[in-house]
């Protein structure tokens, strides 16, 4: 607990406000030791720091990072849902949203049924961008797509979706990985 409120002091320092990269590797590491600390001391509070840092952010660089710093984390259900946001935001740059999916993959293990909420809509937008799509696809296989009836539901349902679909490298992507 006193690296992670050590680390947090650090970054608040003005000469690492200046400086992207060590800012960025101090977000990596508070979000390394988030997770390697035992849940019963690392509060929520921790992690919504991290939110407020993307929230105040204008560099894509260091909204990237927040996220990885987040995506290591990887401890509360309910960063899903702030995360999620982040990918479903079709303002956001794609590098953004891409890390976002990138990041709610790695939440797989914590409520999947929660990250497939927002992965599954991405999937299914025929409208979004293929990379977007195909980084939802890559988070809802995350889970062995075989261990439930809900999870083979979900499947299929994506395979209709593909039968429809017009976008090849997509379709070629899905298949190849069935």
């Known amino acids: 607990l006193e690296v992670i409120t050590i680390l947090k002091e650090i ?9 992207l990269k060590l800012k960025n590797m101090i977000w990596l590491t508070y979000g390394t030791f988030l997770n390697r ?6 509060t929520r509070t921790m992690t919504e ?9 204008v560099d894509t ?4 990072f927040l996220i990885k710093a987040i995506s290591n984390a990887n401890i509360f259900r309910e960063d899903i849902r702030l995360i999620g946001e982040i990918a ?3 303002t956001e740059k794609l590098v953004v949203r891409s890390e976002a999916i990138k990041a709610l993959k790695m939440y797989v293990t914590v409520d999947f049924v929660e990250v497939r909420k927002f992965v599954l809509p991405i999937l299914l937008n025929s409208k979004e961008d293929t990379e977007l799509r195909m980084l939802a696809y890559d ?8 261990t439930s009836s809900e999870n083979l539901a979900v499947l299929t ?4 979706q593909l039968n429809i679909d017009t976008n090849e490298q997509l379709i070629s992507y899905v298949y190849s990985h069935l």
Not at 49 to 57: D, E, G, I, M, S
């Open 61 to 64: 660089e260091e909204k990237l």
């Open 139 to 146: 988070a809802i296989i995350a889970e062995n797509i075989e």
């Open 88 to 90: 479903t935001k079709s």
């Open 157 to 160: 349902m994506v395979i209709e």
């Open 49 to 57: 720091y991290l939110f407020r840092k993307f929230v105040q952010a």
């Open 37 to 42: 600390a035992s849940k019963t001391i690392v």
């Open 11 to 19: 970054a608040e320092l003005p000469n690492v406000q200046q400086t």
